[in-house]
């Protein structure tokens, strides 16, 4: 059973959501900064994200975690900052604001600490009472802070993004399962036609697609697109990292760019996208 603290001092400023969040990552900063674990710009941060949180506080929704962590935010009792490795991901990362406040508050609210009345999930189990050091309590799930591979986590949210915000309803979007399969093989580098893209510039492929087609009526379902790769004729440079893979472009593609053409394809607003340019020049070299 895992009990939940904070500070009444912390309620009244932002509420019994946010404060309870606020003691978690109380204690996760002094954990680390007692363990010199991600220590950064002279602050010990700690991260999570959003599905951790989700499962830290279940009685909590997604957009009440939000709100709480952004108010935090606004009132400054929170530090937020990046510094996951991968570019690509957007893991927030949080370090308390006032580290005089931290110490008060880990001093009087430590949830191991007896004087403290914990707030309680529900009825106490005096037959299976909480055993924080066993790993039971508030602070157990994420016990290991180092950065974890969240290639998988970042694909979800990427197609969540790519089903829910980008793609617009259509007669043709369906088959979300199977889109979710071709969309994460892809991300993995195991599409059949395509090299690895990442979430991030397959979303923005995506976007530039959509925009380019000025008729709905005419827009391909998602699974074709993605089965085609649809993406190739829209990645822009910055999204492939300056690579120019020509076994990426379809046979017609390639044949006009080699004649220093652009596909109708890579266009946008009439002109060559940044993919097609990149790629004429490289012939024209």
């Not at 829910?164 to 892809?186: E, G, L």
Request: with cysteine.
């Amino acid at each position: 059973m895992s009990r939940h603290t904070f500070q009444p001092e912390i309620a009244e400023q932002v509420g019994v959501n946010a404060a309870v969040i606020y003691q978690n990552i109380v204690f996760w900063c002094e954990k680390n900064a007692a363990n010199g674990r991600n220590i950064h710009e002279g602050n010990a941060w700690t991260y999570n994200s959003m599905k951790a949180f989700s499962s830290l506080f279940p009685y909590l929704s997604e957009r009440q975690i939000r709100t709480a962590l952004e108010k935090l935010e606004e009132v400054e009792l929170l530090l937020v900052g990046n510094f996951n490795k991968d570019a690509r991901d957007r893991t927030k990362w949080y370090a308390v604001h006032d580290k005089s406040v931290t110490l008060h508050l880990t001093k009087m609210s430590d949830p191991f600490d007896g004087n403290v009345a914990p707030l309680p999930d529900g009825k106490p189990d005096i037959n299976n009472p909480p055993n924080p050091q066993g790993g039971t309590g508030l602070f157990s799930e994420l016990e290991d802070q180092t950065e974890p591979d969240r290639t998988e986590e970042l694909i979800s949210e990427g197609f969540d993004e790519f089903w829910k915000d980008i793609w617009p309803s259509h007669s043709r979007k369906n088959q979300k399962a199977d889109c979710f399969k071709v969309y994460a093989k892809a991300c993995k580098g195991e599409h059949k036609k395509a090299e690895a893209i990442s979430p991030a510039a397959l979303n923005n492929a995506a976007r530039r697609y959509i925009a380019s087609v000025t008729d709905l009526q005419f827009l391909k379902g998602p699974l074709p697109w993605l089965n085609a790769p649809g993406w190739e004729a829209f990645m822009d440079a910055g999204d492939a990292g300056g690579a120019l893979d020509w076994s990426t472009l379809t046979d017609s593609a390639r044949r006009m760019l080699q004649r220093g053409q652009c596909p109708p394809s890579m266009m946008e607003d009439g002109h060559p996208n940044a993919t097609a340019k990149a790629f004429m020049a490289q012939v024209a070299k």
